[in-house]
Each structure stands twice: as structure tokens, then as C-alpha cells.
């Protein structure tokens, strides 16, 4: 059975840091197998960080280019997202995810269960 497991969210005031893990079980995923996404209250599911195709540069959303920092470690199936400089509407359920047949598929067919990041003003 596959897992995926956040951690890594909790409450941090605007400029501070976090740093989110997904750990991965069951199945092993390279670092463009999996990717970032966040859930705001009222909002949509939005597309964070990762990488798109294998061997090019990680994608980042607009609204966190500078500020966060995907990166894996395939050796501990895991990846991280170090979110610095953290704004109040960054606040959000973050997901990691993974695609089986890498993110330029957008099949993913596995999901973490999220963890709250809130940033106070």
C-alpha cells in the first residue's frame, strides 16, 4: 500500500520559515515523481513546486518563486519543500503528491493527507 506523509506544517509569523517533508512507503518515486500542491480556504487547488520533466528545472508557482525551495531525497524516497520568507496568504493545506509517470503526465494517483501551514501577519 502507498503512503505519502506530510509533516513539517504548523503556525510561524510572516518572514519566518518551515520546512515540509512527504515521506513516501510502499513505493519507491524519484524526486520528478512527486510534486507540491496547496489548498487555501475558498480557493482551488493550486500546482506549488516540482519537477516537470526529468533533467529540467524545478517549477515553481509565481506567487513563491525566491521563497521556496523544492528538493528530494531519493535515497530516503522523500521530498522536502522549504518555504522562507513565509506571507500570510501563503497560508494553505499543503499536499505533496505522486505521479506515477512523472508530473508532465498530471496523473497523480497518489495524495498525502495534507498538513496545515498558517502565517500570521
Known amino acids: 500500500q502507498v503512503q505519502l506523509v506530510e509533516s513539517g506544517g504548523g503556525l510561524v509569523q510572516a518572514g519566518g520559515s518551515l520546512r515540509l517533508s512527504c515521506a513516501a512507503s510502499?513505493?519507491?518515486?524519484?524526486?520528478?515523481?512527486m510534486g507540491w500542491f496547496r489548498q487555501a480556504p475558498g480557493k482551488e487547488r493550486e500546482f506549488v513546486a516540482g519537477?516537470?520533466?526529468?533533467?529540467?528545472?524545478?517549477y515553481y508557482a509565481d506567487s513563491v518563486k525566491g521563497r521556496f525551495t523544492f528538493y528530494g531525497d531519493n535515497a530516503k524516497n522523500t521530498v522536502y519543500l522549504q518555504m522562507n520568507n513565509l506571507k500570510p496568504e501563503d497560508t494553505a493545506v499543503y499536499y505533496c503528491?505522486?505521479?506515477?509517470?512523472?508530473?508532465?503526465?498530471?496523473?497523480?494517483?497518489?495524495w498525502g493527507q495534507g498538513t496545515q501551514v498558517t502565517v500570521s501577519s
Open positions: 503528491a505522486a505521479a506515477p509517470k512523472g508530473l508532465v503526465s498530471g496523473v497523480y494517483d497518489y
Open positions: 510502499g513505493r519507491t518515486f524519484s524526486s520528478d515523481q
Open positions: 519537477v516537470i520533466r526529468s533533467g529540467e528545472n524545478t
